[in-house]
T-cell receptor, first 114, second 115 residues
Framework: DTGVSQDPRHKITKRGQNVTFRCDPI?????LYWYRQTLGQGPEFLTY????????KSRLLSDRFSAERPKGSFSTLEIQRTEQGDSAMYLC????????????FGSGTQLSVL | AQSVTQLGSHVSVSEGALVLLRCNYS??????LFWYVQYPNQGLQLLLK??????LVKGINGFEAEFKKSETSFHLTKPSAHMSDAAEYFC?????????????FGTGTRLTVIP
């Protein structure tokens, strides 16, 4: 499978716990994006990387959210001290810089905070 | 700032009937417009896009959309629905092609195809 893969598919956690999600982009894609999607809404941009550089993080939802892409390949999104309002689908997408508007999305990680 | 409005969160059509999914945009600059589709248990994928030039753009699986500046619309159509078209469709707008950080999605329209 050469698409974008996300792990885990589902995550159930208790309020206050930390969670980390992983995204493996298409191998030749140097751009990687994180989005959040809540019920009845479209994807909402959070942050993105050009290779290992995080080019925008101002739209991360709070300082509890952080993302890394240490070697310019896979990326992780961490949420610390989760809250019930963090419950959502977290989507990862990748793209070539030359076609940066053509996103390839993973199937997402569904987070439920109890 | 850019935004899109998708009229109708759910649309049902009979197999073989015309599919029309509506999208209106708001943009202070010439927009770039996109339709993405999400099939069950799959990630979103690009269906078609309008950047510049021809206002009628064709996408995959027989879909097309027409950019109408006067109506600020970018409606998605397909002449004859197929069962495999059942999915959720998202319209999106951007003010540039340099990156998807300025890509704003609508709330989506779920298409059901009735046999």
């Amino acid at each position: 499978d050469t698409g974008v893969s996300q792990d885990p598919r589902h995550k159930i956690t208790k309020r206050g716990q930390n969670v980390t999600f992983r995204c493996d982009p298409i191998s030749e894609h140097n751009r990687l994006y994180w989005y959040r999607q809540t019920l009845g809404q479209g994807p909402e941009f959070l942050t993105y990387f050009q290779n290992e550089a995080q080019l925008e993080k101002s739209r991360l939802l709070s300082d509890r959210f952080s993302a890394e892409r240490p070697k310019g390949s896979f990326s992780t999104l961490e949420i610390q001290r989760t809250e019930q309002g963090d419950s959502a689908m977290y989507l990862c997408a990748s793209a070539l810089t030359s076609q940066s508007e053509k996103l390839f999305f993973g199937s997402g990680t569904q987070l439920s905070v109890l | 700032a850019q935004s899109v409005t998708q009229l109708g969160s759910h649309v049902s059509v009979s197999e073989g009937a015309l599919v029309l999914l509506r999208c209106n945009y708001s943009s202070s600059v010439p927009p770039y417009l996109f339709w993405y589709v999400q099939y069950p248990n799959q990630g979103l994928q690009l269906l078609l896009k309008y950047t510049t030039g021809a206002t009628l753009v064709k996408g995959i699986n027989g879909f097309e959309a027409e950019f109408k500046k006067s109506e600020t619309s970018f409606h998605l159509t397909k002449p004859s629905a197929h069962m495999s078209d059942a999915a959720e469709y998202f319209c999106a707008v951007s003010d540039n092609l340099r990156g998807a950080n300025n890509l704003f999605f609508g709330t989506g329209t779920r298409l059901t195809v009735i046999p």
